[in-house]
């Protein structure tokens, strides 16, 4: 492969959505900022220069980071932040993947606005499994917020209570024209009548999944977290944050000048109160070829308009993934750990913290603070990063190797009323030996109500290999699991009220987080990591950190 050079300068840059200007930190001075571009195989080497006060890391969100455990990014995870004036190289390889991902600050809320696309193309003379689209367009969904972000997560944090809902969806940065003041601030695709076109769509909004549709088109899915799948037709898709998922868009041979609406708007189930705000974009079709003057124009129709699931359609959310297939063919085989070395049943969902005296707390019964835990446990971030504890041997007062490996004490997961909100905090990790062969069943509790949480995981794909409502059986569940073409993702939405199984194989020595990829969610403790062991052989170890890794 090649090695592919990047200069990312974090610095402040003027913004204005809804009529708001404001100073955001970003990378160049761009808004979404620019695409990492790669073939597989490529080597990629990102050189970040803090210039703003922030602490910033970014991270390359799904990209496997086989042996390159101190390129991966997670603020106190594997590694300190990068300080004012500092500069850090990020340098990894792209091995065994194909499709979109997205790179995003990964300390508090700084990917509010530090955010973009990873486009991995495949190698060299390697075609598609699908016809070559005529072209590619990234598609990513944000989240726009009139105040700092920063701000509100602190003031959240501080005071208990929830923080507040963005101000706006976006695509690309823009918000689109069903919003105030906005309709010049609109996403267009332009599109020839006729061809086909490779979407990209990113989820990078911090606090919502999102339903996504084309008024009067049908969609293609190709590929879910830079795997292909087997294609399969929708009107609708859902992709949660974290997430990314590979389109086809054929557009109409008929439709000269015609203009639809994209849209996309929240699938959420467990928000009081929810702000029914819908991004927006424009698909304009060009006019016709000049060969062709008598062609009918669509000039002057009214804007078509798609329909979107209701905001809590929880089983369209179920059957859409249950559509999500590996190719599972000998070009692109499915690796579906057969036998499990180590199983793993974790309960995922919010809870209460009492709150701490001298404090008021505006969090659920007015003296508590929200908390968000796995297995009861609310995970806190050391003060200097897990991994470099755990390769120089001083994991001492930096992190403890006892995590549950199932619940505490069980209860009945989604009844009403929750019985169990008890959460202590820790820092607390899962010690793996190399290639150990890993089941996990992440179970949603009802504890403040009954909410689907992207989980996202580090360092590794996972197969889903089974899901399902209410409580996961041990005895019956397990012999219905796909173990042939099961999805291979990085995110995984676990069920409203219900529980998702995934497998992987521990073949990555390092320090990896687990977390809701709902932002608040992980602000609340939602998260935890695991440590995988170095193996036997030379190509089984991680080397040491690069020279210039930040120090706390
Ligand atoms: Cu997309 Cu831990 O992150």
Known sequence: GNTRHYKFNIKLQ?????????????????????????????????????HVQNNVTIHWHGVRQLRSGWADGPAYVTQCPIQTGQTYVYNFTITGQRGTLFWHAHISWLRSTLYGPIIILPKKNVPYPFAKPYKEVPIIFGEWWNTDPETVITQALQNGGGPNVSDAYTINGHPGPLYNCSAQDTFKLKVKPGKTYLLRLINAALNDELFFSIANHTLTVVDVDAIYVKPFKTDTILITPGQTTNLLLKAKPHFPNATFLMAARPYATGRGTFDNSTVAGLLHYEPPPKSSPSAPSFENLPLFKPTLPP???????A???????SLANTQFPANVPQNVDKRFFFTVGLGTNPCPQNQTCQGPNNSTKFSASVNNVSFVLPTTALLQAHFFQQSNGVYTTDFPATPIFPFN????PPNNTMVSNGTKVVVLPFNTSVELVLQDTSILGIESHPLHLHGF???????GFGNFDAKKDPPKFNLVD???????????????AIRFLADNPGAWLMHCHLEVHTSWGLKMAWIVKDGKLPNQKLPPPPSDLPKC
């Open 319 to 325: 059957n859409f993934t249950r559509k999500l297939r």
């Open 14 to 50: 003027n913004v204005t959505r809804l009529c708001h200007t404001k100073s955001i930190v970003s990378v160049n001075g761009q808004f979404p900022g620019p695409p990492i571009i790669a073939r597989e195989g490529d080597r990629v080497v990102v050189k970040v220069v803090n």
């Open 311 to 317: 905001l809590n359609d929880t089983s369209f959310a």
């Open 461 to 467: 794909n996972f197969f889903v290999v089974g899901q």
């Open 413 to 416: 997961y989604t009844g009403t």
């Open 486 to 500: 099961p999805v291979e993702r990085n995110t995984v939405g676990v069920p409203s009220g219900g529980w998702v």
